[in-house]
């Protein structure tokens, strides 16, 4: 993907500091929208963000401290191919707002999922830019992993690319049925009987 200048020279530089955002839009068990958003960074900020399919930043207030703390590597590929990730989360805290309320406080079945990256100037703590979008997708399912005494457990979350909408197949059935349901089109009213017709091309009919 192409960078902005601010970008490339904080790179060349090789003194930044990385830090991943991730955003799930999910719902309340009320159905109301709402917003969890994590990074592996300590505070709690405030961070603008492009987000998918935009050009205008938005504010989003990210909950740090340890609720991210696993970011697969996105591979940025040419193609159609709906991958698939799994983000590390905190499993012990129950706080409202935390990784383990959004997941079963809260409803984020097929929520859209976001994945910025986040480039910080060491010597004063300033964004470079704005932060990337590296990941754009839907949650495909989420699993706590409750480790025996001295193991390491986790909240996994995962999720597939947005490139899985794009192999969607159209359930309606191309009938007479159905398409009087446009207003009562009756396109394809001999489509059932349309088989059954012989059609004589070049000859006359004997």
Do not use: C
């Amino acid at each position: 993907m192409p960078y902005d200048v601010e970008t490339i020279t904080a790179l060349a530089s090789g003194s930044i500091v990385v830090r991943d955002i991730l955003t799930v839009k999910g719902k309340t068990l009320g159905g109301s929208a709402a917003e969890f958003v994590y990074w592996n960074g300590e505070d709690n900020i405030a961070v603008n963000v492009v987000p998918l399919g935009e050009t205008t930043p938005v504010s989003r207030n990210m909950v740090g401290g340890g609720t991210l703390l696993d970011v697969p590597q996105i591979v940025d590929a040419i193609g159609l191919e709906a991958r698939s990730v799994a983000f590390g989360l905190d499993h012990i805290s129950d706080a409202a707002g935390g990784p383990m309320d959004m997941v079963y406080g809260n409803n984020v079945r097929v929520a859209r999922v976001e994945m910025h990256r986040a480039l910080f100037d060491p010597a004063t703590w300033n964004l470079v830019a704005a932060p990337h979008l590296m990941f754009a997708g839907r949650v495909d399912g989420a699993s706590v992993n409750d480790a025996a005494a001295g193991g390491e457990g986790g909240l996994s979350l995962e999720a597939v690319a947005s490139a899985i909408d794009l192999t969607r197949t159209n359930p309606a059935m191309e009938s007479d049925e159905q398409q009087r349901r446009r207003d009562g089109d009756r396109f394809r009213r001999h489509g059932d009987t349309a088989g059954q017709v012989d059609t004589w091309w070049g000859q006359s009919k004997s």
